[in-house]
T-cell receptor, first 110, second 115 residues
Framework: LAKTTQPISMDSYEGQEVNITCSHN???????ITWYQQFPSQGPRFIIQ???TKVTNEVASLFIPADRKSSTLSLPRVSLSDTAVYYC???????????FGKGTSLLVTP | DAGVIQSPRHEVTEMGQEVTLRCKPI?????LFWYRQTMMRGLELLIY????????DSGMPEDRFSAKMPNASFSTLKIQPSEPRDSAVYFC?????????????FGPGTRLLVL
């Protein structure tokens, strides 16, 4: 399984764009990249998933360079409610044996 | 759909007691996962099932932990005997396993405290 490295924590002000980068140097050909969000006292919630280039949904964008050895989750104009832990996961589409680790704790302040 | 259902939501027990956590996955999902979350270790995968069959239990910490999935709509995680270091939040998640749809849906978790 590809190992991921992401910052332990990040701080931002309301209204700013936040970019969280995840490194996954040994990503395999069939691996997808998936990001989850977890609020306190809740289970993680799927945000976005991609394989290559750029993916965008109503919540975030995911940028994946051509070599796929890293990915960047972009949250546009964050609000206080975006304060959460964000997890980057890399795995094969049928390989659910994924460890979330500790993720990136994002704190958004006024 | 009501989502993944877990019970109990909170459990306080004494060291040495048996603890049973329950999970009802989303109907139609054929993957089920058990995770444990602590401040020290983050969110760890304990075991997962595909079509009710355990596929990978390498995350189960020791023989005191066991998990079963007798049918597609029910799974249990049992700790016997429990120890204070088992105190954590235990999450159950389910997923469809469809190609390109690697999404796991998590339940609200069971907060376990072993005294």
């Amino acid at each position: 399984l590809a190992k991921t490295t992401q910052p332990i924590s990040m701080d931002s002000y309301e209204g700013q764009e936040v970019n969280i980068t995840c490194s996954h140097n040994n990503i395999a050909t069939n691996d997808y990249i998936t990001w989850y969000q977890q609020f306190p006292s809740q289970g993680p919630r799927f945000i976005i998933q991609g394989y290559k280039t750029k993916v965008t949904n109503e919540v975030a964008s995911l940028f994946i360079p051509a070599d796929r050895k890293s990915s960047t989750l972009s949250l546009p104009r964050v609000s206080l409610s975006d304060t959460a832990v964000y997890y980057c996961l890399v795995g094969r589409y049928s390989g659910y044996a994924l460890n979330f680790g500790k993720g990136t704790s994002l704190l958004v302040t006024p | 759909d009501a989502g993944v259902i877990q019970s109990p939501r909170h459990e306080v027990t004494e060291m040495g007691q048996e603890v049973t956590l329950r999970c009802k996955p989303i109907s139609g999902h054929d993957y089920l996962f058990w995770y444990r979350q602590t401040m020290m270790r983050g969110l760890e995968l304990l075991i997962y099932f595909n079509n009710n069959v355990p596929i990978d239990d390498s995350g189960m910490p020791e023989d005191r932990f066991s998990a079963k999935m007798p049918n597609a709509s029910f799974s249990t995680l049992k700790i016997q005997p429990s120890e204070p270091r088992d105190s954590a939040v235990y999450f159950c998640a389910s997923g469809s396993g469809l190609a390109g749809e690697e999404t796991q849906y998590f339940g609200p978790g069971t907060r376990l405290l072993v005294l």
